[in-house]
């Protein structure tokens, strides 16, 4: 939980857009793809469901 970002509230860029559809079309879980990503998991949640885009929770 100590991990901190240092990317505070950049702009999401057209290639960081395309990596979250891929890694959702894959089933990745929001840790796994927030990590990809250097991005918090809230932001990548939030992206995602602006995108309409379903995350795969962990079982």
Do not use: C, N, Y
């Not at 939980?1 to 240092?6: I, L, P």
């Not at 702009?11 to 990596?19: F, I, L």
């Not at 309409?52 to 962990?58: V, Y």
């Amino acid at each position: 939980m100590g991990e901190t970002f240092e990317r505070h509230k950049q702009a999401w860029t057209s290639d960081e857009v395309a990596k979250l559809h891929a890694l959702a079309k894959k089933g990745m879980p929001l840790r796994a793809i927030a990590k990809a990503l250097t991005r918090s998991e809230e932001s990548v949640k939030a992206r995602a469901k602006a995108d309409r885009l379903a995350i795969a929770s962990l079982r």
